[in-house]
């Protein structure tokens, strides 16, 4: 089956630049999917990226992907207080139209004023 | 608007109990979802409701029954709970009935079972 693997924690200072990375081990997925979770807070839709793409922008966040690898990233510019959450990659699973979702483990990301 | 209620926010039930957790979304989307989540865990997936009907149970207990009377609502019924089912209950939504395309979470039911 599917294994989708983060790092749990990073800390940075703010205004920095924050990398989440997320590994995944089945190639044929489709669109892949980062989500953000405050405390006592459901999941956020953050961003998400087709597996033809490289990359893609969205104001302070970049996600870089690499099939080769199978290598997810997230980088958010200038970061904030306020992106102080867990962040979830998750990629479908089956591919194909199933609905389901593998979710990597999480990371926390734990910003410094 | 992706905005996916879910109510009540809390629920403190006894192992006998008999309880409902409700989710709705006005978004016209057609495939509806449950997910449990314990804490510092990520979300596991317990059903999918595909045009109304269920297209996936990952076998969860049957302590936990879920029901989708219309596109936009989706119920979980609680009966006969144990403690280790203590935990965030979510709900999403995704446009697609076939569950192709993100989803959209609403903010959770958090369960504990006493």
């Known amino acids: 089956g599917e294994d989708v693997e983060q790092s749990l924690f990073l800390s940075v200072r703010e205004g920095d630049s924050s990398v989440i990375n997320c590994t995944y081990t089945d190639s044929s997925s489709t669109y892949l999917y980062w989500y953000k979770q405050e405390p006592g807070a459901g999941l956020q839709l953050l961003t998400y990226i087709f597996s033809n793409m490289d990359m893609k922008q969205d104001q302070r966040l970049t996600v870089l992907l690499n099939k080769k690898d199978k290598h997810l990233s997230l980088r958010i510019a200038d970061t904030q207080t306020g992106d102080s959450a867990i962040y979830f990659c998750a990629v479908p699973y089956p591919p194909g139209n199933t609905g389901k979702l593998i979710f990597g483990q999480g990371t926390t990301l734990q910003v410094k004023p | 608007d992706t905005e996916v209620t879910q109510t009540p926010k809390h629920l403190v039930m006894g192992m006998t109990n008999k309880k409902s957790l409700k989710c709705e979304q006005h978004?016209?989307?057609?495939?509806m979802y449950w997910y449990k989540q314990k804490a510092k865990k990520p979300p596991e997936l317990m059903f999918v409701?595909?045009?109304?009907?269920?297209?996936i149970n990952e076998s969860v207990p049957s302590r936990f029954s879920p029901e989708c009377p219309n596109s936009s609502l989706l119920n979980l019924h609680l009966h006969a709970l144990q403690p280790e089912d203590s935990a965030l209950y979510l709900c999403a939504s995704s446009q697609s009935g076939t569950g192709e395309g993100e989803q959209y979470f609403g903010p959770g039911t958090r369960l504990t079972v006493t």
């Open positions: 409701y595909s045009y109304e009907k269920l297209s």
């Open positions: 978004m016209g989307h057609r495939a």
